[in-house]
């Protein structure tokens, strides 16, 4: 497909989907309990889903297309910009996060702390419009985001000023993203045009982080950055120490970015490793890091309730995490013979043991290797295996994979699986094909881990193989 042809792909792609999100995204007033066929029998239901389907499938197919042979950053950046402007002034698409924001930062501007008193407390004046899973659960996001909530709500005083706000936020990561990813590309030796169309002409930021206000975008955004200071100026502790900092706050807004502080810490070290320049250079970015985390927690004046606010993700139950789809079909297996086994604490109580143990493995490999390619594996594994996956997770490794991988081709189909999972109004599609989808990712995780465990006996056995005599 020619080049400006899929530009206007694209862009028709992300018409179609905001006049989707107007006629029946995730509206203030919509319905809080949908299903795929009350939303089809409802008004303009056979419209709405095909301007979804069409739309997304638009988008994926342009940007699958020149995944690998994009002409240029200028053009990259044009073209996902472009793509992204229907986006910036539709309601919400494939969530209601938006509204938890608002009423969670209406809490806190009243003086209540989300990490205690779910919403309804308050209570909160849009209460109506949350879903109900999330109406008496602690906020699971940090203290820098939760103080950015109630200062958005106060400044605006309205649900749709804090949307417009919120959107604000979210561009910001994402411009945040474009400006610091080439940084990581040229290291690793990415072409920056590839690393950029790649993370940000992707369908999953369009809809989920700037229709749907994602505090991820402003996540990835200060992690991105982060990571971009750190290697500009490895070996020098005051811009190691501002790296640091900056991947502080991102964690703030939600601590998952901790994940990649441990390797941002191999990336500060210049020569070869060693514990002594581990120490040296590694402790400004660790020492950075968690100094801001807590100290914005304790100029919030909250606690570390958003440590325990992660635990209320297993509520959500889908096949698209593996974890939770093996715990799944356990149950599936055993109901034959008349048994009702909930195996999801089991299965996901293994997953969360076996990242513990990859992320530690990664880390000692990244000594001697790129660490930043690492921190991306990082991540991976840790929205592979965490017990909830949502696709605008998918943001988290996909912005440090397009700046670091050779191979692009497995992620680039992760993320156009992961465009279709949710409806324009927040339907999730994998709660009505449990029972397809569960045995069909766990087989998935059977072939996945096969291929890995063949791997690595394969690299082991090379590697013992005498190098031949000249």
Request: net charge positive; aromatic share 10%; hydrophobic share 55%.
């Amino acid at each position: 497909m020619p080049h400006h042809l899929v530009r206007w792909t694209g862009l028709a792609g992300s018409i179609m989907l905001a006049v989707a999100a107007f006629l029946g995204g995730a509206l203030p007033d919509g319905d809080l309990r949908p299903n795929p066929v009350k939303i089809w029998l409802g008004p303009n239901g056979p419209l709405i889903i095909g301007l979804w389907l069409f739309g997304t499938a638009a988008m994926a197919v342009a940007w699958w297309t020149l995944r690998d042979r994009v002409p240029s950053a200028r053009w990259a950046l044009v073209t996902a910009g472009l793509w992204a402007l229907p986006f910036l002034f539709t309601p919400p698409l494939g969530s209601r996060d938006a509204y938890a924001y608002a009423c969670q930062g209406a809490s806190y501007a009243n003086g209540i702390s989300p990490y205690e008193y779910g919403v309804s407390t308050l209570p909160c004046p849009w209460l109506d419009t949350m879903s109900y899973i999330w109406r008496d659960t602690p906020a699971p996001y940090g203290p820098l985001f939760v103080v950015l909530a109630g200062a958005v709500v106060a400044a605006t005083g309205s649900l749709i000023g804090s949307i417009a706000l919120f959107r604000v936020l979210a561009v910001a990561g994402v411009v945040l993203t474009a400006v610091c990813l080439p940084v990581l590309a040229r290291r690793c030796g990415v072409p920056t045009g590839r690393a950029l169309w790649l993370a940000l002409a992707s369908p999953l930021v369009g809809v989920h982080l700037i229709s749907g206000v994602h505090n991820d975008a402003l996540m990835v955004g200060l992690m991105v950055a982060g990571l971009a200071v750190v290697v500009s100026r490895p070996g020098r502790p005051w811009p190691l120490l501002a790296g640091g900092v900056v991947l502080g706050l991102a964690a703030g807004i939600k601590v998952t970015a901790l994940v990649v502080v441990p390797f941002a810490a191999l990336a500060a070290i210049t020569g070869g490793f060693s514990l002594r320049a581990l120490l040296r250079h590694g402790t400004p970015v660790v020492g950075g890091a968690v100094a801001t985390l807590f100290g914005v927690t304790l100029a919030a004046g909250l606690d570390l309730g958003w440590i325990t606010g992660l635990s209320h993700g297993n509520e959500v139950v889908a096949w698209t995490s593996p974890s939770t789809a093996v715990g799944q079909t356990v149950g599936y297996l055993v109901l034959p013979f008349g048994l009702h086994i909930d195996a999801l604490p089991v299965t996901r109580g293994i997953a969360v043991l076996v990242l513990a143990a990859l992320l530690v493995w990664l880390w000692f490999r990244a000594r001697h290797r790129e660490p930043l390619w690492h921190a991306a594996l990082a991540l991976t594994a840790t929205v592979a295996l965490a017990p909830l996956f949502h696709p605008w997770y998918w943001f988290w490794p996909l912005a440090l994979l397009a700046a670091t991988a050779q191979r692009t081709w497995w992620f680039s189909a992760v993320t156009g699986y992961a465009a279709f999972l949710v409806l324009a109004d927040g339907t999730g599609l994998p709660r009505y094909t449990k029972t397809v989808g569960a045995p069909l990712m766990t087989l998935f995780v059977i072939v996945v881990t096969v291929r890995l465990v063949r791997s690595a006996k394969e690299a082991r056995a090379a590697a013992r193989q005498p190098v031949p005599a000249d």
